[in-house]
C-alpha cells in the first residue's frame, strides 16, 4: 500500500439520486483526483440502515433517518486516493447544508439535515471507513486497477 491508497466510503443519497445529482457527485470526487474503485446503485434495507447508522441509535433523528435512508435507492461506493477520507468530508462540507460552504456538495445542493445529499466516513472516527465499507461490499468487490491520470496527481508514481 502506498499513501495513496487510503480507501473511504462514499454514498449519494436517496435524495441525491432522486434529484439526479448521482454523476455530479461522482464528475467532482473524479476531478479531484480521487479514484473509482467500486460502486453499487441499491435499495438499502432495515437491518443495513440500523447498522450503517449504529452510531445514532440513542439520538432523537434516529427512527427519520432509517426511514429516509431506505427510502430510495442511493449509489454506494468506495474512493480511494491521498488523504481520501478527510477530502472527501471536506468536499462534501458540513452536516447541516444551511451551514456549509458553497463550493461544497451539500453547500451547493443539500435541502435540509436529512437531505443533504451525500454520506461519506468520518475521518475523525478511526477505522469508520474501513468498517462501512466492509459493511457494503465484499473484499472482491474492490476492483484494484491504475488511473491514467496518477502520474499526473503523484509525483512520484
Ligand atoms: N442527521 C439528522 N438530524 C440531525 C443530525 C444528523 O437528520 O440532527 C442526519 C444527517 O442527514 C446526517 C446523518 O444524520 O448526514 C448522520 O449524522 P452525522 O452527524 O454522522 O453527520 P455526517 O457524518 O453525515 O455529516
Redesign the pocket.
Known sequence: MSHHDERTFVMV?PDGVQRNLTGEVITRLEERGLKLVAAKFMQIDEDLAQQH?G??ED???FD??VE??TSGPVMAMVWEGADATRQV?RM?G???PAEAAPGTI?GDYGL?????V?????HEDEGANEREIELFFDEDELVDYARADEPWVYEDE
Open positions: 443519497k447508522y452510531e445514532h439520538k432523537p433523528f427519520d433517518l429516509f435512508i468530508r462534501m458540513a452536516t447541516d451539500r435540509d439535515l436529512s437531505q443533504n451525500i454520506h461519506g466516513s468520518d
